[in-house]
């Protein structure tokens, strides 16, 4: 597959470069400018982006941070027992349990919402850092819902990381989950209060808190696309009653000619017409038709 002309491979991160060190400098290069397309495309085409993976992942499948990327790849498109598999075999070769929190959602993916609860009361999830334990949480409560336990979910998201005012990269996806929970649990008011902060949170906008909220007040957003659309056709429909109209007109204006006309001068023209039509000289099987009394004498007054 063809790699972006301004891609070096030296875009990855430092530790990832350290691990690709022990691959031949050339292969080293290749795979990791594949990686470099894998974290380039997966938010906005993660089958390209899947498809730099298996390229990676052919070229170097015991370097842990190509087994990662494969298996975060594998998870954007929805592959959750391959990303699963990579998962696993990328936190064999290092040991950390960073991984943790995006496996037990890939139980969740493969329908199984009682082994990712199962994993959460794991103690690896006591290794984790402060964002990988608040990732954890949203797993977990995103579990309790599969399983239809919405004041379930809503407790196990109740935390010190909820309640902090202080904003931290998972604060806006936090109190999103949180709001949309109340909101499934029927707490209107609530889940407009939580949603309003998850805005506040969310400087990137990574949630689409500010939709929520417009639905929740009866705001209805109109895509300008489709007024567009709708101009257009309407437009169209105006040109062609207007055509119509015209068509109507003309058709008139032919009915009243014709009143006019002598009719003896539109027998004429209609037998004109029809030798016109049938008469061929180039056609070896034509016989002329034979000419009646009344067309004789017609072209003899005419003489």
């Known amino acids: 597959m063809p790699i972006d002309e301004d891609v070096t491979g030296l875009e990855i991160d430092a530790d990832v470069r350290q691990e690709l060190l022990s691959l031949p400098k050339g292969l080293a290069e290749e795979v990791s400018k594949n990686l ?3 974290a380039r495309l997966i938010d906005e085409d993660p089958e390209q982006a899947y ?5 990676a992942l052919r070229l170097a499948s015991r370097v842990a941070a190509v087994r990662e990327a494969a298996g975060f790849a594998a998870y954007a498109t929805q592959k959750y027992s391959e990303a699963l598999a990579e998962f696993r075999a990328a936190k064999r070769m290092t040991g950390s349990v960073e991984l943790w929190p ?9 329908g199984r919402p009682e082994r990712a609860l199962a994993m959460a009361g794991e103690p690896e999830v006591q290794k984790l850092d402060k964002a990988g334990q608040v990732e954890m949480r949203l797993v977990a409560a995103g579990a309790r819902r ?11 998201l109740q935390s010190p990381e909820l309640a902090s005012s202080a904003v931290q990269p998972w604060t806006a996806r936090l109190r999103y989950a949180y709001a949309d929970a109340l909101l499934a649990a029927g707490r209107e008011d609530e889940a407009r209060e939580w949603f309003g902060k ?3 949170a969310d400087k990137d906008g990574a949630t689409d808190a500010s939709d929520r ?3 929740l007040d009866g705001v209805e957003f109109v895509d300008a696309a489709d007024l567009s659309d709708d101009e257009d056709q309407d437009g169209t429909e105006n040109l062609v009653d207007d055509e119509d109209d015209e068509d109507d007109e003309d058709d008139e204006d032919d009915e009243d000619e014709s009143d006019d006309e002598d009719p003896a001068e539109v027998a004429a023209a209609e037998r004109a017409t029809d030798v016109t039509e ?3 000289e180039d056609d070896e099987e034509y016989e002329p038709l034979e000419q009646s ?4 004498d017609v072209r003899g007054d005419k003489a």
């Open 146 to 156: 599969d399983q239809g336990q919405l004041e379930a979910a809503i407790v196990t």
């Open 278 to 280: 049938y008469y061929d």
């Open 102 to 110: 995006v496996m037990a959602d890939c139980e969740r993916g493969l």
């Open 198 to 200: 998850a805005l506040e």
């Open 213 to 215: 909220l417009a639905e």
């Open 293 to 296: 009394a009344a067309d004789t």
């Open 51 to 55: 498809a730099y993976s298996r390229i």
């Open 36 to 38: 470099v397309m894998v």
